[in-house]
């Protein structure tokens, strides 16, 4: 089994900051991508960004230069540098892993998700 969990949400103001976390433990061979996505009440979930074992990234538009996604491959760990939040930021997040285990077995995985609430 693998298992992810997220942590780093939280209440801030507008123009604020915050950091998430991922760390995923388990039967673990290797994991390719990683990512974080968030879904807001009445909304679809969409996904924020991805990053491969190699470093390359990926960001949906309203993020970019904003938020920054990074890793530890040591750790299986991602993370998610957030900074000039704003209220439409509001929403869950959830991490989101691409891990092949050992036996060839692999999969997509997702974590319970972070409350991240934007409001003065």
């Known amino acids: 089994q693998v298992q992810l969990v997220e942590s780093g949400g939280g209440l801030v103001q507008p123009g604020g900051s915050l950091r998430l976390s991922c760390v995923a433990s388990?039967?673990?061979?290797?994991?390719?991508?990683m990512g974080w996505y968030r879904q807001a009440p009445g909304k679809e979930r969409e996904l924020v960004a991805l990053?491969?074992?190699?470093?390359?990234?990926n960001y949906v538009d309203s993020v970019k230069g904003r938020f920054t996604i990074s890793r530890d491959n040591a750790k299986n760990t991602v993370y998610l540098q957030m900074n000039s939040l704003k209220p439409e930021d509001t929403a869950v997040y959830y991490c989101?892993?691409?891990?092949?285990?050992?036996?060839?077995?692999?999969?997509?995985?997702w974590g319970q998700g972070t409350q991240v609430t934007v409001s003065s």
């Open positions: 989101n892993a691409a891990v092949q285990r050992f036996g060839g077995l692999g999969g997509k995985y």
């Open positions: 388990g039967s673990i061979f290797s994991i390719n991508v």
């Open positions: 990053i491969t074992s190699g470093g390359s990234t």
